[in-house]
T-cell receptor, first 115, second 116 residues
Framework: DGGITQSPKYLFRKEGQNVTLSCEQNLNHDAMYWYRQDPGQGLRLIYY???????QKGDIAEGYSVSREKKESFPLTVTSAQKNPTAFYLCASRSRDRGSGQPQHFGDGTRLSIL | AQKITQTQPGMFVQEKEAVTLDCTYD???????LFWYKQPSSGEMIFLIY??????QNATEGRYSLNFQKARKSANLVISASQLGDSAMYFCAMREGWAAGNKLTFGGGTRVLVKP
């Protein structure tokens, strides 16, 4: 089945540590996105990439980094500079179907907590 | 100013009844799209329905329909014949234009609890 796979499902970070969240898609979508969701709130955009080897900052990029070396993969690194990383992280890719507005489709998310 | 506003933090609805979830938006771009997503307690975001700013008719998708009032800048989601499985968070989101990465801006969400 085609879809978006995020791993791990749960992740714990120690103080001063960088951690990387994985996002893989086999939908052949060009554009991919990373969002952060805090409890009881909506999603906020961290980074997005429209094509391989290119990415742009979203609204809350500070303390995060990404890479896009392959079309299928868009990993997110939460660096030690991100002082409040505890949140639910969602990865998405964008459909090419203009008839339905090119919706973004999401993975199951990664819950990151501080130890 | 908030671009997407969902004023109902939580709602109860009786099973088999209809429920309307409010969403108002703010944009000066004449070309935009509005999306509704469902987020069950497990966390994944499920795309439900889409309305384009130039669409003449309200969007429908099974038990979901969108009450689009362009002049009032509202795009309310109507869920008919509610089922227990409809209990979830619901988010309204907007895409402004077709360029700049087709980024989505999300509202704060409405929690729906369906009572048997």
């Amino acid at each position: 089945d085609g879809g978006i796979t995020q791993s791990p499902k749960y992740l714990f970070r120690k103080e001063g540590q960088n951690v990387t969240l994985s996002c893989e898609q086999n939908l052949n979508h060009d554009a991919m996105y990373w969002y952060r969701q805090d409890p009881g709130q909506g999603l906020r955009l961290i980074y997005y990439s429209q094509i391989v080897n290119d990415f742009q900052k979203g609204d809350i990029a500070e303390g995060y980094s990404v890479s896009r070396e392959k079309k299928e993969s868009f990993p997110l690194t939460v660096t030690s500079a991100q002082k409040n990383p505890t949140a639910f992280y969602l990865c998405a890719s964008r459909s090419r179907d203009r008839g339905s507005g090119q919706p973004q489709h999401f993975g199951d998310g990664t819950r990151l907590s501080i130890l | 100013a908030q671009k997407i506003t969902q004023t109902q933090p939580g709602m109860f609805v009786q099973e088999k009844e209809a429920v309307t979830l409010d969403c108002t938006y703010d944009t000066s771009d004449p070309s935009y799209g509005l999306f509704w997503y469902k987020q069950p307690s497990s966390g994944e975001m499920i795309f439900l329905i889409y309305q384009g700013s130039y669409d003449q008719q309200n969007a429908t998708e099974g038990r979901y329909s969108l009450n689009f009032q362009k002049a009032r800048k509202s795009a309310n989601l109507v869920i008919s014949a509610s089922q227990l499985g409809d209990s979830a968070m619901y988010f309204c989101a907007m895409r402004e234009g077709w360029a700049a990465g087709n980024k989505l801006t999300f509202g704060g969400g409405t929690r729906v609890l369906v009572k048997p």
